[in-house]
């Protein structure tokens, strides 16, 4: 599985799928192997409906899933699916994000409803506004995510790195 937001790539993606399978295959060479691609931010660009790259000695063909077109009635039942499913086909977008957010309330183990919780809420960054996203999510039951608090603990890291405001202004005047 391989998830893109944008069509555009280098090396360009149907190239990089056939890289992907041939380093598998050279791995696992008794495993059949599926590729499956899914593009999650909608557009008309021709190169989300490439499923193949082709040379003149070679085909490789993968599987190509534009998420936007996906019936989100398929993604609502399965809790890992939910963070897809706010990217699916709706007539009413907020609605379909309501949806979803009952779904994540109905899980009953803490860890995995964090978890989803928290994918739900990356991935519907992609299609939805902050505020929005917050009416539907608690952010307490996201902070208990492993998967936020990675993210937070990176953010941290980097600001580490790169020093307070402090630090480079008093670095950038003793220069």
Not at 8 to 37: A, G
Not at 131 to 142: G, R
Request: hydrophobic content about 35%; some cysteine; glycine content about 2%.
């Amino acid at each position: 599985l391989e998830f893109q937001t944008l069509p555009q790539s280098d090396p360009p993606i149907p190239f990089r799928m056939l890289d992907y399978w041939v380093r598998i295959h050279r791995i696992y060479p008794n495993n059949k192997i599926e590729q499956i691609l899914v593009f999650l931010k909608p557009t008309n660009s021709p190169e989300v409906f490439i499923n193949e790259f082709k040379s003149p000695s070679n085909i490789h063909r993968y599987q190509v899933i534009r998420i936007w077109e996906c019936d989100p009635s398929l993604l609502l039942d399965k809790p890992e699916l939910l963070p897809l499913a706010v990217l699916a086909k709706a007539d009413n977008p907020e609605n379909l994000l309501e949806q979803v957010s009952a779904q994540v309330n109905r899980i009953e183990n803490r860890r995995l409803k964090s978890n989803v919780s928290t994918c739900v809420q990356i991935l519907a960054g992609i299609n939805f506004k902050e505020d929005l996203i917050k009416a539907y999510f608690k952010e307490d039951i996201m902070k208990e995510s492993v998967i936020y608090q990675k993210i937070i603990n990176e953010g941290k890291q980097e600001g580490r790195q790169e020093g307070t405001i402090e630090e480079r202004y008093s670095m950038i005047t003793s220069l």
